[in-house]
């Protein structure tokens, strides 16, 4: 059973400074009741929506929330050519990719959309999160949204 858990992007102000952070699921929990159902009503102008926990992985075993910037890619693939008897005469290669993305929830699944093409083939995903295990988290969209601008 997938752990059911948030975390909130907070910009805090202190003497005319603002001091943005990642609130983890045990600080958002460590509120009064009427402050929580603050959080899940997006009622404070100072701190993100809510990102629910995908309950998924990267690579290096980081926990994969909504608003995360994933880089997916695909190795280059050798794919066969065989001759009439069923033997290998060459092969013929399918180019792979490295691309960013965001992770959403849409419908009723946590989803994984394209948002940047880096190298190889373009190939534009919107998919289940699940569709690939080749995805690793490179930051998120309220800390590193300059990840995501286009190349200039």
């Not at 509120?31 to 929580?36: Q, Y």
């Not at 490295?98 to 849409?106: A, C, P």
């Not at 880096?118 to 990840?147: H, M, S």
Request: charge should be negative.
């Amino acid at each position: 059973m997938r752990e059911i858990k948030f975390r909130a992007y907070h910009t805090e102000k202190r003497d005319g400074q603002e001091f943005p952070r990642m609130m983890d699921w045990d600080e958002i929990l460590n509120n009064d009741e009427e402050e929580l159902a603050c959080y899940f009503r997006n009622e404070f102008s100072n701190v993100s929506p809510l990102m629910q926990y995908t309950g998924m992985k990267d690579k290096n075993g980081r926990e994969i929330y909504e608003g995360d910037i994933l880089r997916v890619w695909e190795e280059d693939e050798h794919v066969p050519n065989h001759d009439s008897g069923g033997g290998i005469i060459d092969f013929d290669i399918i180019e792979g990719f490295s691309q960013l993305g965001v992770v959403d929830f849409k419908g009723s699944w946590f989803t994984y959309e394209t948002k940047k093409h880096q190298k190889g083939r373009e190939v534009n995903i919107f998919a289940p999160l699940d569709f690939t295990n080749n995805f690793e988290i490179i930051g998120n969209i309220y800390e590193n949204p300059e990840l995501l601008e286009a190349a200039k």
